[in-house]
């Protein structure tokens, strides 16, 4: 079989509404809205780092109080009642007053530019990686430091967090919901998890020392060959087999054909 093929029916395997249930863009499934989808993506992205288990469980807490509407929510609360909402929030090291900033921002952006996609298109034409300006424009609307949900790309992060938000955000299929449409699939870059790196590294599409934004790009434009129009078409399947453990043997024996 084939690279390419091999890809496909693990596209096929993974590409269901089953397995979107055990990853955190589970919660965007549940709004049809697109801007309330924004904003549920945003927060579940921006935890999505350590055990699933615990980023669905803290993801499902802030959900929990933005309610069926997360926009009406955001626009109408205060910097000083969102930090009373979110008091004694805490995931791994991010507490409530970073969720709180972040949401914040959600409320000033909006604002501003109708949606997270308007932010999102006026960045694009202005910077080459639209997420620069996306990301600067987050920490800089906050009343609080979110440098540890929201990096800053100048310094060689990968950004993996803000790409997976836009990946779930552009793409459309049984996983990613979708919704915008200033951005295509072919511009996306793979959102550098720890499995996405190893199998890079492996494979020898990433000559990178260190996890950093290059070695994100080297990684997609070795997907690109296989995917032009689509490179992150892989992604969810090959970061949840590196995720459960099993079948990785398989997956780089098949990549290296």
């Not at 969102?82 to 914040?104: N, P, Q, S, T």
């Not at 790196?197 to 296989?226: H, Q, Y």
Request: hydrophobic share 40%; with cysteine; proline share 4%.
């Amino acid at each position: 079989m084939s690279a390419f093929k091999f890809l496909e029916s693990l596209y096929e395997k993974y590409n269901n509404l089953s397995k979107a249930q055990e990853d955190p863009v589970r919660f965007l499934h549940c709004f049809n809205d697109i801007r309330a989808r924004e904003i549920v993506g945003i927060v579940s992205s921006s935890l999505a780092f350590g055990r699933v288990s615990q980023i669905i469980d803290s993801v499902g807490k802030i959900i929990s109080i933005l309610g069926d509407d997360p926009v009406g929510f955001v626009a109408k609360t205060s910097a000083e009642t969102l930090m009373a909402r979110l008091d004694g929030f805490k995931h791994r090291w991010v507490g409530g007053c970073e969720i709180a900033g972040l949401l914040y921002s959600c409320k000033t952006l909006i604002e501003r530019y109708g949606s997270l996609e308007g932010l999102y298109e006026s960045c694009m034409n202005k910077h080459k990686d639209p997420l620069a300006g996306f990301a600067t424009a987050f920490r800089s609307e906050s009343f609080c430091d979110i440098s540890a949900l929201v990096p800053d790309l100048s310094k060689k992060s990968p950004c993996k967090r803000l790409r997976l938000f836009v990946k779930w955000m552009v793409r459309s299929d049984n996983v990613d919901p979708g919704g915008w449409t200033v951005e295509t699939p072919s511009n996306l870059v793979v959102p550098l998890d720890v499995h996405m790196w190893k199998i890079g590294k492996e494979l020898g599409w990433i000559k990178r020392s260190t996890p950093d934004v290059k070695a994100a790009l080297e990684l997609t434009e070795a997907f690109k060959t296989i995917r032009p129009d689509d490179p992150l078409r892989y992604d969810f399947a090959l970061s949840h087999v590196g995720m459960e453990g099993r079948g990785y043997d398989v997956v780089l024996l098949n990549l290296k054909r």
